[in-house]
């Protein structure tokens, strides 16, 4: 079946001005967060807390994928690998399957209490071209068709030239074997993540830079279909977005925030020049994943605006009888959301009111003594208290 990532990518760099948009689930954090990359189980009470399961995360891959308002499923190479090659889920639909081809040291979280993320980030690859492809060490020229053909590559630049030069040399590696087995990717950029005494003054314009000058020296079999970056604002994402028509750029979505946080931020970065929008803990974290991303859908291809979206998936809410974890009132606030893995910012906080967030209490309740129903009512006060 035609992709529509292919459709939508010949269109846009044929005629920049179509409206056309790239919506992405990145349901790849297992190469990150480890057991909690699932997200935390709606049963979830305090000391018998537990995340979703990697069989209930799949599961939640497989319905978005049939409800086919996404353009691309990003996963792990062992999600790839059950989806793509065992159970064949893409064969008869218009998603795209990809891969996290690389899992740099700052995405290394260990439930949060690691240091990696706080570390100068290092170049690593634990999936192998291949086994994206076909599923191990070295595939056949008739099997690299088997697996995904897709794959996301990320770099850390830290304004340190060892370093620096370093995660270059690890992706021109990457890059030249991709060209030659005929493998896709796309470039992730995440902001420094331990530059130390030396953050770069003018960050935006640092990344800007570096990808402009990193793609200089690739020919066009080696650049990659479009960019990843994280959002900094009209200014940054317009320079870029205009510099080369032939350079497609999207942003990441970063931590969940309020969901007029996710829904504004795709709207505002499509209307200074974005073209693709990956998303995933606000996608993971949403109450209701297939709602969520028919209003991300409805916002990218202009039928909705974001505050009309937020009141809408209320809406929906209700009708599915799905309580909020905010009330509408907040969640149509703008709040400050980290845009890296370890969850640091590196944009200032939107002008306005942010919203109250009341303090965590100070002890928690004694579950043994607790119906199921008053079990359920803390569950839904908690969320409403911390998350993101």
Not at 30 to 49: N, T, V
Not at 276 to 281: C, D, E, F, H, Q
Request: hydrophobic share 35%; aromatic share 8%.
């Amino acid at each position: 079946m035609e992709k529509s990532l292919d459709r939508k990518i010949a269109r846009i760099l044929a005629e920049p001005s179509c409206k056309d948009f790239i919506l992405a689930d990145a349901k790849d954090a297992d190469m990150a967060f480890g057991l909690a990359a699932p997200g935390q189980s709606p049963e979830y009470y305090g000391q018998e807390a537990r995340f979703r399961t990697l069989d209930e995360y799949r599961h939640l891959m497989r319905k978005i994928v049939a409800q086919g308002l996404v353009d691309i499923m990003l996963m792990s190479a062992s999600s790839s690998e059950v989806l793509t090659i065992q159970e064949r889920v893409f064969d008869s639909s218009h998603v795209t399957p990809a891969v996290r081809a690389n899992d740099t040291t700052d995405i290394w979280l260990a439930a949060g209490s690691g240091r990696y993320g706080g570390q100068p980030s290092q170049p690593f690859r634990t999936a192998t071209i291949d086994h994206i492809m076909c599923g191990k060490v070295e595939c056949e020229p008739d099997q690299r068709r088997l697996g995904a053909d897709l794959g996301l590559y990320s770099v850390t630049f830290n304004n340190d030239v060892d370093r620096d030069r370093h995660t270059l040399d690890a992706y021109k590696t990457f890059r030249l074997e991709a060209e030659a087995k005929g493998f896709r990717h796309f470039l992730e950029v995440f902001d420094p993540n331990a530059s130390g005494d030396h953050p770069p003054k003018d960050l935006p314009r640092f990344i800007n830079d570096h990808i402009v000058r990193t793609l200089a020296g690739v020919t066009s079999r080696g650049r990659p279909l479009f960019l990843k970056i994280a959002y900094h604002g009209p200014a940054a994402m317009e320079a870029l977005a205009g510099y080369d028509r032939s350079l497609i750029v999207g942003i990441l979505g970063g931590s969940s925030g309020t969901t007029l946080d996710a829904f504004h931020m795709l709207w505002e970065a499509k209307k200074y020049g974005a073209r693709v929008a990956l998303y995933g803990r606000k996608i993971n974290n949403a109450e209701d994943q297939l709602s969520f991303v028919k209003y991300l859908r409805a916002i990218a291809d202009d039928q909705l605006g974001p505050e009309e979206a937020v009141r809408a998936y209320h809406g929906d809410l209700q009708r599915l009888g799905i309580q909020p974890y905010r009330s509408l009132q907040e969640d149509l606030m703008r709040t400050v959301a980290a845009t890296s893995y370890s969850g640091s910012r590196s944009t200032p906080p939107p002008k306005g009111r942010l919203p109250h967030r009341p303090e965590r209490p100070s002890a928690e309740p004694d579950f043994s003594k607790m119906t199921p129903a008053q079990k359920a009512q803390w569950n839904l006060d908690r969320w409403k208290r911390i998350l993101d």
